[in-house]
RNA sequence: GUCCCCUUCGUCUAGUGGCCUAGGACGCUGGCCUCUCACGCCGGAAACAGGGGUUCGACUCCCCUAGGGGAUACCA
């Protein structure tokens, strides 16, 4: 039997984190497996779904890199199988109509509050009357008889046995009074109909599994495994929702974060495969397994990912990351491009990366390559380059590199020391002018290996604009 | 209220009865390296929620308490 897993957003957002986590554990399972991972858009409600939320969260997924099998199923184009089901489950006495006002449902709960005895509240009023008794001009629901003794357990992967008394699950609604499915229908009829044999979702639909179990049970068919992950909290503690901190994926594409950062750190949220840490892909698909998922919830946060980030940054292939950097620049600013640009990224973005964390601090760091003298000054530049003692330094400095014929990080290195070595200088006082004329900032690479991606040219060029 | 789940350093976690005077990672922190900032390296502080059992022996098993979370819809 091939593993079938499933991804069931409901379009009425973008795509969070919790979400993505969901995503990643099915992929990462059917992969492990050899099986398939599909994605079914739960656009039930169709009051509250968008053709924009849909479109964020494909490009969500997409941007993870967690490619679906098969064609995306949108749960919205199988009513019409929903309502056969919920015919038949009619027909064989399994379900039945309720043609109760939404005050009496009220009154009902309300009831059952009071008592506080059970979980559930519709009082079964219609299960055993007689449909002749049906008032006229209501259009009923229909809801499924579940068991009213005993108990249910559900064999979880990730939560264990988990069981629950059947008092505390009432009749459900199956199929709404205009004929449209509930999720509960839904999910169930399109689980089986697309043979899945794993549901691994998040923990707060463990309460929906023991109802469903009884609507498969109804129906006569396999309930598949179920495995409840638990889910990812704010800061706070509370459930990721949009008042606790839970952005979209795109918001952390935009900060910066590169993609196998976020499989990997979402890896780890919840999952462990001993004390490993960075995991890649790959690795993740070979070592992937349910047993390993943690059940208590976890928080988000975002000092691991960052650094797990600044260690992706450096695996990250330098060709495709300058690409990547370039085109950001062009989008931000405006001023243009120098012509060596690419080049000089492509030759400076190692020394780059290694002090980023994000794709977007790579970014602002590239400007001392990627645009041509005169340059931009921090305060802390200004301030030592108004000391005339350190523009003799610089000026004595730009002739003695005017005269290398070597220009490589060694030559320059040693021609640098000297000139320190018999002004009685210590380096620090000669780099960091160097690094102000030729960054405009305190903070750079290494100086040697900026003036050697920078050129001879340039690197002339910007002594000589400072030290006038 | 009721039902369900959870509880190891601040955070993510290892740990499946003796290997634990509880390990790793992030963060914090002392130092080294050093042309700045990073990186890297060496060190430090930091946790088994509480109480009962079971056992020769509990972080590990059971019970209770507390705390946290989730679910309680003709939403998904």
């Not at 629901?141 to 629950?164: C, E, N, W």
């Not at 399109?190 to 639909?205: S, Y």
């Not at 041509?372 to 003692?389: G, I, R, V």
Request: glycine share 8%; hydrophobic share 35%.
């Amino acid at each position: 039997m091939t593993v079938v897993t499933r991804f069931a957003p409901s379009p009425t957002g973008y795509l969070h984190i919790g979400g993505a986590r969901t995503a990643l554990f099915n992929w990462l399972f059917a992969r492990h497996h050899g099986g398939k991972y599909v994605l079914r858009v739960e656009d039930t409600d169709q009051k509250r779904s968008t053709q924009d939320a849909i479109d964020k969260i494909f490009e969500g997924l997409s941007w993870l890199g967690l490619d679906h099998d098969e064609e995306v199923i949108f749960q919205s184009q199988n009513a019409g199988r929903h309502a056969e089901v919920a015919a038949q489950l009619l027909s064989d006495g399994k379900a039945y109509k309720c043609y109760c006002s939404p005050e009496e449902l009220t009154e009902m709960r309300e009831k059952a509050r009071e008592n506080g005895t059970s979980g559930s509240f519709y009082d079964n009023r219609w299960r055993d009357r007689d449909p002749a008794d049906a008032p006229a001009g209501v259009d009923p629901v229909v809801r499924i008889k579940m068991p009213l003794d005993g108990d249910t357990t559900i064999s979880d992967l990730v939560q264990g046995d988990v069981t629950r008394t059947n008092d505390t699950l009432d009749d459900f609604v199956i199929l709404r009074s205009d004929g449209t499915p509930t999720y509960m229908l839904a999910v169930v009829v399109d689980d089986h109909d697309m043979k899945a044999t794993h549901v691994i979702r998040g923990d707060d639909h463990l309460n929906n599994a023991f109802r469903q179990f009884h609507l498969y049970q109804a129906c006569g068919w396999d309930v598949p495994e179920f495995a409840h992950i638990p889910l990812i909290h704010g800061a706070d503690g509370a459930k990721m929702s949009k008042r606790h901190g839970a952005l979209g994926v795109d918001h952390y594409a935009d900060l910066g974060i590169l993609p196998e950062t976020m499989r990997n750190y979402l890896l780890r949220l919840g999952w462990s495969h001993g004390d490993d840490e960075t995991i890649s892909t790959e690795q993740a698909i070979e070592w992937f397994n349910l047993d390993a998922v943690g059940r208590s919830p976890a928080r988000f946060d975002m000092d691991r990912l960052l650094n797990l980030n600044s260690h992706y940054l450096k695996e990250a292939d330098p060709s495709q990351l300058s690409e990547t950097v370039l085109d950001i620049a062009v989008r931000n600013s405006e001023k243009p491009l120098s012509e060596n640009a690419r080049q000089r990224l492509e030759g400076g973005i190692s020394g780059l990366v290694q002090r980023a964390k994000t794709v977007i601090e790579v970014v602002d760091s590239s400007n001392l390559y990627l645009y041509d003298a005169p340059l931009s000054f921090n305060d802390k530049a200004k301030e030592l380059l108004a000391d005339s003692e350190i523009q003799k330094r610089i000026s004595d400095l730009a002739e003695i590199l005017s005269g290398l014929t070597l220009w490589d990080e060694n030559t320059l290195d040693s021609a640098v020391r000297a000139y320190a070595d018999t002004n009685e200088l210590k380096l620090g006082l000669v780099a960091q002018p160097l690094r102000a004329a030729l960054t405009g900032s305190n903070v750079s690479p290494g100086i040697f290996e900026v003036m050697v991606v920078l050129g001879r040219d340039e690197t002339l060029e910007r002594l000589k604009l400072t030290s006038l």
